[in-house]
């Protein structure tokens, strides 16, 4: 408890105010309370003396107290309930903020059903002890504070005794509590797992049903289910224990004042009225005893939410910056890349770069040496799974590579603004991931005041415009979850418009043509090419055809440089460019739109099959 406590109390900070007002009120609720005990003390005394006034009175004030003393409680309800919600809100945005913010290796470590199980199912439980929980732990702790003070005041002997159960339910709860911890962490990694895999088919499910894997992903699914339900189960088994036991508390109590008090009472030793407020007392610490098994458990599933939340957390703070300016938007009817003036693209430099990702032993780039010149424009090319992709990663800054490595303008990667360098990037990447909204506002996501004939103008760049003739709503089509509704050549294309308006003078590429036609991909590309002026282009190409127009090739082979140069020189030297390069024009000649589908026998380069 005193853990959760720890941790929520950062978050609780900043409304402190609230929660000791709070409290206060939950303070004066309970002494109102309290007053009903010794109000009914003095109507016993009363009844006894046979004074009728003093009972009506005494009874009067009892219903005022309770009024009163509800009140008081729904202040303090809407107060605390309320800094929960607060807390909640606090929470989620700077763990969204920081998810945003965080290395690409975090990504590859978790999965997006997991992270979003954190956002939601331990946010939740967070939430809860920030609020219901803290009500009902503030409220029990000044309850039991008060009774008790009054219990010893009224009959010492007996309180020690009414508190004898309590001493046996602390063992018992230890002991419990500690099972319901351990259960608590195994749930709430199992529901991330199971969000992992709900996400993983959902995104997959094309795949997934025209490859009839369906049985097969419902199986593995019912087994993590069922690993769930087994932990859930133990956990309810454990935490069905704790009520129970709380519950008994109180009567147990009460059967010993009454055996005890009865026989002091009947000897003259304590006055009835003494007993029956004594017994109201220990009736007003049944609740919060009650409810003791259930603040428990709740502080025991925020320590593991917190747990799981703090893998976010401490990833390291964004840091305050300025929102970023919008991209700046042309005057009407220019072409964009004129009017806005000039791009001076950085110049990068690889120097012994290697690389391996953390789940990889090996690396699976490097050692490189290169360098790329400001305004440069270089495609990468090689078989599948060479590292262009890797390479261009390592170009966004996303993962992080020890100094000297990697410089842009003579600066090392690692020691540059991050946010600064990313706005000069325009990145598209091979499936041209798109938000959800319409076509319209992912073409201008980076600087949505773009005015219409501009967004026309762009649509026709980037060789749009007879698709949108095609849409139902034209640029007000909504595009779906992740651009759902348009196909993969389509959404390509959109990526590669709303890099355009953002105006980066670093241009990262990953294969951007990859869905294209051959006539639609050169079509696009030659539009696109007098864009870029300026600007330092780095491409990765599956299509070779393509990098003939670049200023420099790099063939890549394992993660290192097979050959480079300018794709004249690499036409005619007879290397992988040339060979793949022929390939390509053979599976064109012949109508395949796979040149791998070609091999190479004795030098020559002939198609499989044929
Ligand atoms: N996130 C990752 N975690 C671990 N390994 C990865 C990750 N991404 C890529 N790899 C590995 O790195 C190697 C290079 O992959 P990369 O995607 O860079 O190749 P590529 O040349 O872009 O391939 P393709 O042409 O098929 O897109 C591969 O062996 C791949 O398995």
Redesign the pocket.
């Known amino acids: 408890m005193l853990l959760t406590l720890r941790c929520l109390w950062p978050w609780l900070q900043p409304h402190r105010v609230v929660l000791l007002s709070g409290s206060l009120w939950i303070l004066l609720s309970n002494l109102l309370l309290l007053s009903l005990p010794l109000l009914l003390r003095q109507a016993i005394a009363a009844i006894e003396q046979h004074d009728w006034n003093q009972v009506r009175f005494c009874a009067a004030l009892m219903v005022l107290a309770t009024l009163l003393g509800a009140l008081s409680r729904v202040q303090s309800r809407l107060q605390i309930l309320g800094c929960g919600r607060r807390v909640e809100v606090d929470l989620r945005r700077q763990l969204f903020g920081r998810l945003l913010d965080a290395p690409?290796p975090f990504f590859?470590r978790l999965g997006t059903g997991d992270l979003i199980s954190r956002l939601t199912n331990d946010l939740t439980q967070v939430r809860m002890v920030a609020g219901f929980g803290l009500v009902s732990l503030i409220n029990a702790l000044v309850v039991y504070s008060l009774t008790l003070t009054a219990m010893l005041w009224l009959a010492p002997l007996l309180s020690l005794l009414a508190l004898l159960p309590f001493v046996l339910l602390l063992w018992a709860v230890k002991r419990i509590s500690r099972q319901v911890l351990h259960y608590s962490a195994r749930t709430q990694e199992q529901l991330g797992g199971l969000s992992d895999r709900v996400d993983e088919a959902f995104n997959g499910q094309r795949s997934l049903r025209s490859a009839g894997f369906e049985p097969l992903v419902q199986r593995q699914f019912d087994a993590a289910n069922a690993a769930y339900l087994a932990d859930a189960e133990a956990l309810a088994r454990s935490r069905s224990l704790l009520v129970p036991l709380m519950s008994l508390v109180t009567p147990v109590g009460l059967l010993l004042v009454l055996f005890v008090g009865g026989r002091q009472v009947i000897a003259g030793s304590l006055q009835l009225g003494d007993l029956v407020a004594f017994n109201a007392f220990l009736v007003q610490l049944a609740m919060p005893t009650l409810m003791l098994g259930w603040i428990l458990t709740l502080f025991q599933r925020a320590a593991t939410a917190f747990e799981r939340l703090d893998l976010v957390l401490q990833l390291p703070a964004v840091a305050a910056h300025p929102p970023a300016p919008p991209a700046p938007v042309p005057p009407c009817g220019a072409p964009a890349a004129e009017a806005l003036g000039p791009r001076s693209g950085p110049t990068l430099r690889l120097q012994g770069l290697r690389f391996a990702?953390?789940?990889?032993r090996t690396a699976?780039?490097g050692p490189l040496d290169l360098t790329i010149a400001s305004g440069q424009c270089v495609a990468?090319v090689?078989?599948?799974?060479?590292?262009?992709?890797?390479?261009?990663?390592l170009l966004t800054g996303r993962y992080p590579l020890p100094p000297g490595m990697l410089f842009i303008d003579g600066r090392d990667i690692g020691s540059l603004d991050l946010e600064d360098y990313r706005r000069r990037l325009s990145v598209v990447l091979?499936e041209g991931q798109l938000f959800s909204g319409s076509l319209a506002q992912n073409l201008t996501f980076a600087a949505p005041a773009t005015p219409a004939e501009q967004i026309d103008e762009l649509v026709r760049q980037v060789c749009l415009d007879e698709d949108l003739a095609r849409l139902p709503a034209g640029l007000a089509s909504r595009v779906g979850e992740g651009g759902l509704t348009l196909s993969g050549g389509q959404r390509q294309r959109v990526a590669l418009g709303r890099a355009l308006l953002r105006r980066g003078d670093l241009w990262l590429l990953?294969?951007p043509f990859s869905h294209l036609d051959g006539a639609t991909a050169d079509r696009l590309w030659r539009q696109l090419r007098p864009q870029l002026a300026g600007c330092t282009v780095v491409l990765?190409l599956?299509r070779v055809r393509l990098a003939c127009q670049a200023d420099w090739v790099i063939c890549?082979e394992q993660?290192r440089v097979r050959e480079q140069g300018t794709p004249a020189t690499l036409q005619h030297s007879g290397g992988d460019f040339a060979r793949r390069l022929r390939q390509e024009q053979l599976a064109e000649e012949l109508g395949t739109n796979d040149a791998s589908s070609l091999s190479r026998q004795g030098g020559e380069v002939v198609a499989d099959g044929r």
């Not at 990702?357 to 990889?360: A, D, G, H, K, P």
């Open positions: 690409a590859d990702y953390e789940s990889q699976v780039l990468l090689g078989p599948v799974a060479c590292g262009k992709t890797s390479l261009l990663r091979q990953d294969d990765a599956s890549l993660g």
